[in-house]
């Protein structure tokens, strides 16, 4: 079955230091898979996706993510956090087979930005 | 509006009482998704439409779910004799056709307490 793993439920950075966000999934066959961020009070906002081709994706915020097949890991990366970065991270994997477009989310890692 | 809305924002209900959710999604979106968030979880899977039919509803708990989307644009998600475990933040998503390459664009979500 298909599943995302979010190992760091919170973490706390200072704002300009670097932030990496660990996803681990497991799937059987190529994944589809993507960065979402809430803040407080807002719905869900796509950071970034990965379909295929190069295995490091740019995204919106200044946000990275790199496709590492052999890890079965999709770290969410940046290299100077904002206070305004605070919020909480989902990474998703979509299956790629059948009709349905449904997304498997990890649990989230929530992130704390110390000024 | 420019994009997924959701009413009511917040809904308290007692338990055992019937309640409906409503979704407006993006002019234009064939595809619509609900899926429910519960306190420090990912958003999980209920259902999909791909225009008025549901093209999979696996996701639903229970019978006591249903949900209908009749005109291929707002969807009702409704909850029969409500109990306290159905308190969830309940989101909405659209997306211009149910390819895996579209966007899921998120709403705010709906938060249920039950009583």
């Known amino acids: 079955a298909q599943s995302v793993t979010q190992p760091d439920i919170h973490i706390t950075v200072s704002e300009g230091a670097s932030l990496e966000l660990r996803c681990n999934y497991s799937y059987g066959a190529t994944p589809y898979l993507f960065w979402y961020v809430q803040s407080p009070g807002q719905g869900l906002q796509l950071l970034l996706k990965?379909?295929?081709?190069d295995t490091l994706v740019q995204g919106i915020k200044g946000f990275e993510a790199e496709f590492k097949r052999s890890q079965s890991s999709f770290n969410l990366r940046k290299p100077s956090v904002h206070w305004s970065d605070a919020a909480e991270y989902f990474c998703a994997v979509v299956s790629a087979a059948g009709n349905n477009r449904k997304l498997i989310w990890g649990l989230g890692t929530s992130l704390a930005v110390n000024p | 509006g420019a994009g997924v809305s959701q009413t009511p924002s917040n809904k308290v209900t007692e338990k055992g009482k019937y309640v409906e959710l409503r979704c407006d999604p993006i002019s234009g979106h064939t595809a619509l998704y609900w899926y429910r968030q519960s306190l420090g979880q990912g958003p999980e899977f209920l259902i999909y439409f791909q225009g008025t039919g549901a093209a999979d509803d696996s996701g639903l708990p229970n019978d006591r779910f249903f949900a209908v989307r009749p005109e291929g644009s707002v969807s009702t998600l409704k909850i029969q004799r409500t109990e306290r475990g159905d308190s969830a933040v309940y989101l909405c998503a659209s997306s211009f056709s149910g390819s895996t390459y579209n966007e899921q664009f998120f709403g705010p979500g709906t938060r249920l307490t039950v009583l």
């Open positions: 990965y379909f295929s081709g």
